[in-house]
């Protein structure tokens, strides 16, 4: 029993200690009542937007959560097997289990290489998280310089990567699938394509890969193309906790949530970043979003301790930008529902912006962390009423 005056703390378990996850447990920090406890699968934070950098040996992409998690949060190395929501507990996979009052579900994302394409699972490498990045690595350094390398996706996770190769003297080819950066302007496309094909990227834009090979890919239309090494950035997934706990998820697997990012199968689960899907619309998966939905998850759960009513997410776009190897990037600017406009920058003062918003990333964590409620962003006002039926897809136990 509490002593006479005394309050027993809210209990509250971040699951996911990435851009979301960390500034989400930093934010809960504006109430002294908190019990805050991050639990995460690795021991290092992982600066994932440097992912490219520390394939091409050109970057590191780990950062001591010693310098970016406040005072009075326990992080806990472990995996999450299974939210177990009747007995408010979350189970790890080394078989303990944590008391919750509130859960902020912050999984992230994974990579995406697909069952349907006979040999991907087997002989392509993704590079959207640490473990992956570091094989990925490893098997560049076994290969000659001159060796032909295939990254399959012309989105801006496969054009930064291509890039990143191509500036390191790799001969490197981009397989589109469709066409090349598709989220970016007519003109900003162009922009990237000329830097690509100015040192030496082939640029396949309409190619779909319809197997991987060990030292080769074949197309959809019967082509095949030597390729030593084959690199799948097409796409992203999400882990399945959401649904292996038996919460509704929309068909990627995404946590579907109200417009306060509270799940709409349970109140006392609020998501944040890549695998929130708020109102079965979710948002562009990024870095960008990632520590905005973290704060207002963060603020939905402090919401819900004060009983009154939380706010609905309000988040603008602004644009993306997208890095063309250490010297070049392209800024992109877009309106605040993200559709792209005319207006780019890009060059040596594309790259600095590109490494400044790099660096802001972590800098907005530690900063949250010495200063919790401190995180600000550009607000977009609430979203457009989203359609009833977009929260009728779930996944079911």
Not at 121 to 140: C, G, K, N, S, T
Not at 246 to 266: F, K, N, Q
Not at 331 to 358: H, I, P, W
Request: charged fraction near 20%; hydrophobic fraction near 45%; include cysteine.
């Amino acid at each position: 029993m509490p002593l006479p005056g005394h309050h027993t703390p809210h209990k509250v378990v971040v699951v996911g200690g990435g851009y979301a996850g960390t500034l989400a447990a930093n934010h809960l920090r504006m109430r002294a009542d908190v019990d805050i406890t991050l639990v995460n699968p690795r021991p290092e934070f992982v600066d994932r937007i440097r992912l490219h950098q520390l394939v091409a040996g050109t970057g590191e992409a780990t950062v001591d959560y010693g310098t970016l998690l406040g005072e009075g949060i326990k992080l806990v190395v472990d995996s999450v097997t299974r939210i177990d929501t009747a007995a408010r507990t979350v189970r790890l996979a080394s078989g303990r289990a944590l008391d919750y009052d509130y859960v902020i579900y912050a999984v992230g994302s994974t990579g995406a290489i697909p069952a349907s394409v006979p040999g991907a699972a087997e002989f392509a490498f993704d590079i959207a998280e640490l473990e992956p990045a570091r094989r990925l690595r490893a098997r560049l350094e076994e290969l000659p310089v001159d060796a032909p390398v295939t990254v399959v996706g012309g989105g801006l996770t496969g054009i930064e990567t291509a890039a990143e190769l191509a500036e390191q003297g790799r001969r490197v080819t981009l397989v589109c699938g469709r066409i090349l950066a598709p989220s970016l302007s007519a003109p900003g496309r162009r922009s990237v394509a000329r830097w690509l094909s100015r040192h030496g990227v082939a640029v396949l834009e309409a190619a779909v890969v319809s197997e991987v090979r060990q030292d080769e890919i074949v197309f959809a239309d019967g082509g095949v193309r030597g390729s030593a090494l084959t690199i799948w950035a097409a796409g992203f997934g999400v882990p399945e906790l959401a649904a292996a706990s038996g919460l509704p998820t929309d068909a990627l697997g995404r946590l579907l949530t109200d417009e306060t990012l509270t799940s709409i199968g349970d109140d006392r689960i609020i998501a944040a970043g890549d695998a929130a899907a708020p109102s079965g619309q979710p948002l562009r998966m990024s870095c960008y979003a990632a520590g905005p939905l973290g704060a207002q998850a963060a603020n939905t759960v402090l919401s819900h301790i004060a009983e009154t009513a939380p706010a609905v997410i309000d988040l603008a776009f602004t644009g993306s930008c997208v890095s063309l190897g250490r010297r070049a990037a392209l800024r992109q600017f877009a309106r605040k529902d993200d559709t792209a406009t005319n207006v780019y920058f890009d060059g040596r003062m594309g790259a600095a912006y590109k490494e400044l918003t790099a660096r802001l990333a972590t800098w907005r964590i530690r900063r949250e962390a010495r200063k919790p409620g401190s995180a600000i962003w550009v607000k977009g006002g609430p979203r457009p009423e989203q359609p009833a039926s977009a929260a009728r897809v779930v996944t079911s136990p």
